[in-house]
């Protein structure tokens, strides 16, 4: 390489660098989604988010009655999981970041508390 040609290209380089380091640094923040346990139904009862979004359900302060959050189907490989049980102010939040359908329910309230978020 002529001495001429790596005077011309250092420059160009370092610029590239420098203009590739923002869109770096911008990218890659989790979304979140905070997902209700109002008494007897998890809102809203169905939803749509990207994969890696975290998922955060919180129990409204109101509530008079216990829930829980538990994942009884899902896409294959994803371990299943099941909330600690509380009835007020509390949150529970897990990461789903398989693509695929999740089918959740409240263990006190089988068949009426029952969420399907689907991650694609
Ligand atoms: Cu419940």
Redesign the pocket.
Known sequence: MSRRLTVLLVPVVLLAAIFALPAQGAKKRAPVKTVG?V??AYTPARLTVRPGTRIVWKWDAANS????VKLTAAPRGVRRFLSPTATASFTFARTLTAKGTYRLL?????TV?RQTIVVK
């Open positions: 346990v008494d007897y009655a216990p829930h829980d409240c263990t006190f309230h089988a508390m």
